[in-house]
Structures are given as C-alpha cells and as structure tokens.
C-alpha cells in the first residue's frame, strides 16, 4: 500500500490500472496508453501529479539560500512568477534531485521536487535552510494536475473565472501566477490520505497564512505554463479537496485522463530526463544532458557540488546522454547495452578475436562487434507513438555519432545517434530517413 | 474478466493453444495476459520448420512498457507464424483468441494438449494469481 494522491478514488472509478512509482499508488493508464499519449499531441489530456511536492521556502536570504541549493542561478529570476528548471547536487557533484523553483516573492520561492526523493530532498532542503534562516513547508494540502496538449490552456480557461482565464492565458511559458479558482468543492473528501493536515512549519507563522500574502489576494490556485510533455499547457496547483471536481469537469470538456504510461512516452519524445533513469547521485549533470541547467557564471556563486563539477570538467570530455532512434524492428530498454564503434579502424584480427557468442551467423544483426568498441547504456528506452518506432536516451563516451548498435535481449541492433529532443509541439524533429 | 472460449487449453504462462481440424495447434496469449501488457507495439513469432521442447522461450510480446517472452506449451515444430503481426500488433489487444494468434504448430504427440488446464481452470489460476 502507497501513498495516496487526493485524485486516487477518482482514478480508481475512471478505470485506471494503479502501480507503485515511487511509493505512491499512482494510475499508469485508464485504457490504451498509446490513445492517452495521441490526446496530449493532438488535443489535450490531464494527469495527475499530486505526488510531486511543493514546497514554499521563505525567509528574507531564501534567494542566496537557493542560489547555494542549486546548480542553476536562481539569480536569474528577477520577474515575479517566474520559474528555473534545475538540480540540486551532492557534494561530488551528482544529482540529487531535479526540480523547478518558482520565484513569487523576495521573501518566497516556491520548488516542485520529485515523489521518489521527496524525504530526502526535504531533509537535504531542511538541513541547509538553517544557516539561511529559510523556513521550509511541504504544501501537502495542495493537489496538482498537468494539462496538456495544444488544446490544454483553452480547456483549462473555459473552467476559471473570466479574470483569472486572462490571467493565465497572458503567461508566458514557464511562468506562473496565483489566480482565484474554478469554484466548487464538490466531491470533497476524495482523498483517503491524510493531505491537509497542518504542518508544523504553521506555527513558525502566526501572523500570515501559511500560503502567503501573494497567495491571499490573487487566489489560492497556482496556474503555471510549464509541463513534462513538449507540448503547451498548464500545471495546476490547487487545494486537494477541488482537485476531483477540476479534474471531472476537464473530462467532461473532453480532455483525457492520462496515465504515468503516458506521460513517460511523451517525455521521453520531448527529450526529458527522469530522475532515477538519466540521471541519479551517482552521475553528473554533465553527462545527463543537463549542462544547460549548470550556471558556472559567475564564478563567484559557491553552490553545493560546484567544486567536483569544475574538477569534472577540467579532466576533459566524459560520457554524455544522446538520443536514438532505433532503426530495426524491436523496443529499446533501460539498461540495454549500447555498443559504439571504435574511432579507429577495426582492422580483421580484432574482429575474429571476438567470435559471436550466439552462434547464429546467418542474421547479419547478429554479428558481434568488433573489438575497439566502446559501450554504453540505454537510460531510458520506449516506443515512441509518434514516431512509430523505438527511441531511447543512452549515456555513451565522448565523440559517439553515427550508428550504434544496442543488445536488445540479445541481437544487436542498429540505432541511429540524434539530439534530443524526438518531437515538440506535435512535430518530429529528428530524421527519420 | 471477459469470458474465456471454452474450447480452448491454458497454460500458466499465459498462452492459449487451439487444436485445428488438421491436427496442428494454433498458440495465442489470453486475454488476461494482453491486458496485463498494455499496448502491444512489437511481436516476433518464431520461423516455419523450428523445433520446440516444453518451456522453450519462442517468441516475444512488447508492449510500451514491458518485453514479455512467449513460452512453447509444448513440445513442438512451429509450422506458421503470424506474419501479420509485424505490422499490426495491436491485433493481439483487439482479438487475442483470433486475428492475435500468434504462431501454429504441429505437436510432437497427439495428445499433448489434454493436459493442460480447461478454461474454468484457467479461470481459477488468474483469480488466484491476482489476490
């Protein structure tokens, strides 16, 4: 038994298969995956990601106590609503988590980390707040929904009130604002956990909300134009208990309740890391494909991991994170060995000293790879339904292009090497010859 | 649970296996075992003239998020694989008991499929799988 989002009954009557992610009871799909992946491309569909955590941090320093948090510079967020994709690092420069930060005040920022890091990402937030005198609350009473799609903001206005659909529809992407609701708490008490419940940090503040003065005079719903998907939409914050009623009403505009199943072939086409696949603690931004996230300059900001990543980068070129597209029949997988060509010439001793151990030399796929090959691994790997043929993110040596071949349940077969991402805003980006 | 074609045997495994008039068996995977996959995006069935032994891995089912491998119920030469199949998968997911089926073959004893379970007995085996 998981965790339990405020959406779970709801998910539960809609039909949804339920499995574990990250120790959350969450729905993997409501009927066929591929049509949940095809609404969001063409039209619009809504998800849950309730088991992401929010988390408010205030405090007059909280902006130099970010800016020490997390390898992007939060420095650069000077409009109010703003927001920062970025990691936060160990000590050796690995990534302990990815998140968004949200700039709403001077005094307050607001993070959005994952469900599977939740714990230790508040407890690493918490343990460095102190010096900053930051003060650190879990939204837990707050529901969060992703609606996506080209059709999804549209959709999501029709149900706010006038000012508030001006008011998100004005955002630029990757902006955010506080707006009054859609009204209506019907289907109230949906959520069996124990969402709600005041946190501690409460009493920190008796002379405000815990939300916050920006919070209480816009309205209690954080729109943001940010997604998971490639495509426009919206992330919606929301009190748990107007979650299911919100979620209702979308379904009844005819956007489509979709999945983690979904929403893992949609990231994946957009060329999006997942926490615990591309990239974890053990591995750096650098070769996760998340260089763009690391803000170096200026040179003077010592945030948490910045002494490896600069030891890191002087040893040269390391392992990097490339797309690719599968090129013969099959699926790649997480894990699966990729095995790149060796830069230098494979000359015919090396290749007969690397007898294929499969013993079936009649499918030339087949063929082992010639000595001077390099390996690496398939982080993510998927069917991707709009290109109708198998992609994956690998982490692979410095210099890999071309074509490489991957171990797919034991023949090797050919990828071609493309930059992520496969597909944005519904079109295909990458080549398909 | 949809119903379950009483005519047809059941391995726990997952397959179902439909004797022909012509002697040779015809292999599919239920209902119950497409659904558990989800969207099936790639099916290889095994080449005419292969030789099976109970339990062998003869063939694959992906589906977007899992690789399952097919099992040979029993001992067996495939005579016919599905060759429909490599372009429209999703034929196991719309009729797993027809267009879906996955390979034919010609048993090496006659009588090989009788002991496999009946589709009540199938039927038991998935309740009790599932709790």
Partial sequence: M?????????????????VDFGGWDMPLQYGSQIAEHHAVRRAAGVFDVSHMCAIDLKGTRVRAFLQGLIANDVGRLTTPGKALYGCMLNESGGVLDDLIVYFLAETHFRAVVNAGTRDSDLAWI????????????????LAMLAVQGPEAREQLAKLLPQRSAARALALQPFFGTHVAGGGGESHGGTGPGKRGSPPDERKSHPDERIAGADEDRQGDWFVSRTGYTG?????????????????????????????????????????????????????????????????MRPTGRRFIGRAALEQIAARGPGPRLVGLVLEDRGVLRRHQKVIVPGI???????????PSALGDGADSRV????????????????YSPTLERSIALARVPPGTGGTVQVDVRGKFLNARVVKPPFVRNGRILVSLE | M?????????????????????????????DHAQQSLGDLVFVEVPEPGKSLKEG????????????????APIECTVTEGNSQLTSAPEAVNNDPYGAGWLMRVRPASATAVDGLMSAADYDKFVQSEST
């Fill in chain 1, 2 to 18: 998981g965790r339990k989002t405020p959406l779970f009954t709801l998910h539960q009557e809609l039909g949804a298969r339920i």
């Fill in chain 1, 126 to 141: 918490r343990r460095h707040a102190r010096e900053f005198a930051v003060d650190v609350i879990e939204r837990a009473d």
């Fill in chain 1, 231 to 295: 495509e426009d939409g919206f992330e919606v914050m929301l009190p748990a208990n107007q979650a299911p009623a919100l979620w209702q009403k979308l379904n009844a505009l005819g956007v489509r309740s979709c999945g983690l199943g979904a929403r893992d072939t949609l990231r994946l086409e957009a060329g999006l890391c997942l926490y615990g696949n591309d990239m974890d603690a053990g591995t750096n931004p650098f070769e996760s494909g998340l260089s763009w996230t690391v803000a």
């Fill in chain 1, 344 to 354: 230098t010439g494979v000359d015919g001793a090396a290749a007969a000293a690397s």
């Fill in chain 1, 367 to 382: 063929a082992a790879p010639g000595a001077g090959a390099t390996e690496g691994e398939i982080t993510s790997g998927t």
């Fill in chain 2, 2 to 30: 949809s119903q379950l074609p009483p005519d047809l045997r059941y391995t726990k495994t997952h397959e179902w296996l439909r004797t022909l008039p012509d002697g040779r068996v015809e292999i599919g995977i239920t």
């Fill in chain 2, 56 to 71: 062998d891995a003869c063939g694959v089912v992906e589906s977007v998020k899992a690789a399952s491998d097919v099992y």
